[in-house]
């Protein structure tokens, strides 16, 4: 069984100079061993009391101070588990077609995790992070069913969304795709630090 959290980093709006992101990224935390992912998760609790956080609270990559970041991330980089990303530049042209249309960015990381994991051959779970709203939901499953080939449907079954104040693993995947979302944006004075920290975690990075 192969479980996979995902969660994203920046937004879906195109308004470029007025608050948009000019990149919008998701990513992918992805565990082969069940062992490896309690170990992780109970790290992040572990830490989040160090910090003195209460139950509740969450990390999230843009609400945490740079030092909280790379505590984090240190903490988490020791286990095993492999990152996926999707990387998508809003400001080509080409990707017009995502114009404030999020579950299409999640649509192309799905497939592109169907390519890179064998899914017609072994078990896979995804959690994707609930904030979305019920409409969200309905457009995303209705194009990730048109564009899954008929093997990979079976994925479907295995996809859940869950409220990333109870998973610590969501949190990861957050605070994941805001490390990496970092390192796209040139005018950060931080934004190698975080990506040099997980970077061998990086498997696949799929720029669009």
């Given amino acids: 069984m192969r479980y996979i959290f995902m969660d994203e980093s920046g937004d879906a709006g195109f308004k470029f100079g007025k608050g948009s992101s000019d990149f919008f990224i998701i990513a992918a935390v992805v565990f082969e061993d069940d062992l490896e992912m309690e170990k992780t998760s109970i790290a992040i609790k572990t830490l989040k009391r160090r910090l003195g956080f209460q139950d509740f609270r969450e990390f999230k990559f843009h609400k945490l101070s740079r030092e909280i970041r790379l ?38 990381a799905i497939k592109m995790l169907a390519k890179d994991i064998d899914i017609s051959t072994l078990g896979v779970k995804i959690k994707l992070d609930g904030g979305g709203n019920r409409s969200f939901k309905r457009n995303f499953y209705s194009h990730l069913k048109e564009k899954l080939n008929w093997k990979d449907k079976k994925i479907m079954r295995d996809l859940r969304f869950v409220d990333s104040k109870n998973n610590s693993l969501i949190q990861l995947a957050d605070m994941i795709a805001g490390a990496l979302r970092r390192s796209y944006e040139g005018n950060k004075n931080d934004k190698d630090i975080y990506r040099n920290i997980v970077k061998k975690h990086v498997k696949a990075e799929l720029c669009m």
């Fill in 71 to 108: 505590e984090f991330l240190k903490e988490i980089k020791r286990f095993q588990f492999k990152i996926l990303c999707l990387v998508v530049d809003k400001r080509k042209p080409e990707n017009g077609v995502f114009r404030d249309n999020r579950s299409l960015f999640y649509v192309h």
